[in-house]
Every structure is written in C-alpha cells, then in structure tokens.
C-alpha cells in the first residue's frame, strides 16, 4: 500500500453543546516536543495550542521536528528528531504517524509502523524516565482513502478508515503506556454533530483551520488537564465556531479518559478509614501508582509517613486528613474531613450510654459503663427496622445508605433510642 499527502481551507457553521467541566484557575507551564509531519505543520498546531494556553494563563515551551509524509520509521532514523528527543527533559512528546499508516490493515501495522512507535517511546523514556510519550491519532480522509480502497477495503470510507485509526492508535498508547490525543475521535464528533462545519482542506485530508483550531482544543485538555470551554483565543474563527469545537473537545476528551490512558499511570490518591473506638481509627490506602511515598496529615500531630496509619484523636469536634502519595515523577493527594462526636444519655439507674461517632461511616461504638449485655434495632426514620443483632461494642452500617437513624439499645436495665447520622 502506498502514502500521500496534500494542504488546507476554511467554511463556518457552528453548534452548542455542554460544558461538562468548569475551567481552573491554576497556571501552568509545560514543555512540549512534537515530532510528525505535515497534519501538525499545517496551520502550525502547537502554536494554536500555545495560544490557547497563553489565553488562559498557561504556558506551552515547544518545539518540533515536522517534515511532510514522515512515518515512524522515518523519524526513528532521523538524526535531528533523535537529537530533538535528547536535548532536554521534556515533560511530553507528541508523535504522529503518516496519516494513511495507522489505518491498514492490523497485519501490516504489527510489522511497519507499532516496531517503530515503541522505539521512539524507549528513546524518549530513556532520555528522561519522567517523559510522557503522547500518540497524536489524527483522523479518517473525508472520503476514506481512494488510493488504497483496492488493496485494503476497510479504507474505503469515512468511517471505516477512522476506525481503523482509532484501533491503532489505542494500540500504540496501550502497548507502550503511554497518552492518546484523540483528536481523530473530536473530528468524529464534531461531524456527527455538525457536518456543515467544514474541518477539511479541499484535499479532503488536511485539516482546515477550524479542524486544526479542533486539534488544538484537545490537545490542550490532554496536556494540560484543564477545560479549553470558554477561552479567548478563537483564532479567528467566529465565537459560535470556536465554542463548538471547545466543547466538542472538551467532551471528547473527558468522557473517556481511562480509554486514551489519561492519568492512568499517574499517582492516583484515595483512601479509606473506620473506627476501631470512637477515637481510635485505622486509615487505609487504597491509592494507585504510588511506588515512592505516602504521608498523612491528621489535622493533628504527629503525622505518618506509613501506608495503613492507626491513630489516636484526643479531640472531637471536625479534623481534615490528607493523604498524599508520590512515584518518581509525580504525585496526588486526596483530603476528608471526619467528625468526632461523642453522643450519650443516662437512664434513670445513673447509667451512661455512649455512642460515637456521629456522624459514622463504617461503624457505631457503643460504650455502656457497666456489662455490655442486650442486643439493638436501627430503625430509619419511618420506623422501618433495617438492622438488628447481639450487642456489642462495635456494630458495623457500613452498608446502610446515607441518612438519619435511630439505634435502639435493649439490655437488662431496659430500653434507650438514640439518633445518629450515617455518612
């Protein structure tokens, strides 16, 4: 099978859609190299992406090795995209096949082009341990690819041709775990939603200047983590336009983040915790890619740097626990807020029952000063029994939903109900 490429155009027609996530407003500046070929020279991609950045407060220090028609295999034998990879540690690298490659048949791209998409990855990854290689999946011809519907039909079509992107792209990012920019898929959508919006070239391949602006969008949610909805920088296109595609980048990207690997092999921070006593709580990391280090803080001393902490509160009243969890090149926390309420009532023989904590999450300690005999009913607040057992000092509502309840004590010197809030 054979390659081509060709150049670029702009029609405008616009539509609204949802913004699914709210703007941030911390700055960032990243570093950037992207090595392809002429669907990123045309309209010069990573200055759209820089401007876009820029407009919203953030930074895009880049630069590229983009020559027309280049595969992987090209670039993987090119002396300045190799001494471009080594020039310094860059936090991404972009890359970007020939546009027809991807799409031939599965065969084929094992042998040409997935060899060469795991060596540039290795050369990058070995420049800096803390690189993330980003697989830049562009899009399907207008009219699928003419040239080789012969030899592979797949190709024939749109549609067909822009799956077979897809797969291999996905298969690119998954075998070497790293990021996919699906900027093929945006083009999808943005189709599928509005296909008078013209985002093609009169060559039928190259992206027009709408379809470059698009491109730029999503890689400005993958690289930077942050909604491109409602930034300044339209690139001349009208506002109806630019909003479009923001959004239609915007959801691209985020309705499906696990698929294109995004934060995936990042440190991720979570974490559980449940009452040993009403003051005595067991932590527990259920965080993921955290091979270097976790600390917590109590929201009182001493802190800990174990994964699974114990400890002691000798207050109540409201404290905030952060967990946070590192790898070798980057990290996460996460943050609860837990509160430590006492709750008791005495009878008239002077004996004191006490109940904690309350608000509860896992479990209710009940503490009686004198021998802890009877058995309990949790009522919800029609009155419906929703649990019920031997008493003892620690009775699991792990399982009961959010919402108010009432536990009702019954031992040898009678009967006491007392309300409490399940978290």
């Known amino acids: 099978m054979k390659c081509s490429y060709l150049k670029i155009k702009l029609i405008i027609l616009g539509l609204l859609i949802t913004n699914i996530f709210p703007a941030q407003t911390n700055t960032k500046t990243l570093t950037c190299l992207f090595i392809g070929n002429s669907y990123t020279y045309v309209n010069n991609l990573p200055v759209l992406i820089d401007s876009l950045a820029k407009a919203n407060g953030d930074d895009l220090v880049f630069d590229q090795n983009v020559i027309g028609g280049y595969t992987f295999n090209n670039h993987f034998n090119n002396a300045t995209t190799i001494s471009k990879i080594n020039s310094q540690a860059w936090q991404y690298v972009v890359l970007q096949a020939q546009s027809q490659e991807p799409s031939f048949s599965p065969s084929q791209v094992n042998i040409q082009t997935l060899p060469y998409a795991i060596?540039?990855?290795?050369?990058i990854n070995k420049n800096?341990?803390?690189?993330q290689t980003v697989f830049y999946e562009t899009w399907g011809r207008k009219n699928g690819d003419a040239g080789n519907c012969g030899a592979y039909p797949p190709v024939c079509t749109y549609t067909g041709m822009q799956?077979?992107?897809?797969?291999?792209?996905?298969?690119f990012a998954d075998t070497t775990k790293s990021i996919m920019s699906p900027v093929g898929e945006a083009f999808r959508a943005s189709i599928s939603y509005s296909p008078a919006l013209e985002l093609y070239d009169v060559d039928q391949s190259h992206p027009s200047l709408a379809g470059s602006y698009l491109a730029a969008c999503v890689f400005y949610e993958v690289l930077f983590k942050k909604s491109v909805v409602n930034n300044n920088y339209k690139a001349g296109l009208s506002n109806a336009v630019a909003l479009h595609l923001q959004n239609i980048a915007n959801k691209t990207v985020n309705d499906s983040l696990l698929t294109w690997n995004i934060g995936v092999n990042e440190p991720h921070a979570a974490f559980t915790y449940s009452f040993i006593t009403s003051n005595f709580i067991q932590f527990n990391s259920v965080s993921t890619n955290t091979t270097f280090s976790h600390n917590w803080y109590f929201g009182q001393g001493p802190n800990s740097s174990a994964i699974n902490p114990i400890i002691t509160y000798t207050t109540t009243g409201t404290h905030t626990v952060s967990h946070v969890v590192?790898?070798?090149?980057?990290g996460d926390s996460a943050v609860k807020t837990l509160t430590l309420v006492t709750v008791s009532i005495?009878?008239?023989n002077n004996t004191t029952i006490n109940v904690s904590p309350n608000p509860a999450n896992d479990y209710l300690i009940i503490k009686i000063n004198k021998n802890l005999k009877g058995n309990f009913l949790i009522y919800d607040t029609n009155n419906k029994i929703v649990s019920k057992g031997v008493l003892v000092e620690s009775i699991d509502v792990t399982r009961l939903p959010t919402g108010i309840y009432f536990i009702e004590i019954d031992w040898i010197e009678g009967k006491e109900k007392i309300k409490f809030i399940k978290n």
Do not use: I
């Open 128 to 131: 800096n341990t803390c690189s």
């Open 346 to 348: 005495k009878n008239n």
């Open 119 to 123: 060596k540039l990855d290795s050369v």
């Open 326 to 330: 590192k790898n070798l090149c980057s």
């Open 163 to 171: 799956n077979r992107l897809r797969a291999s792209y996905k298969m």
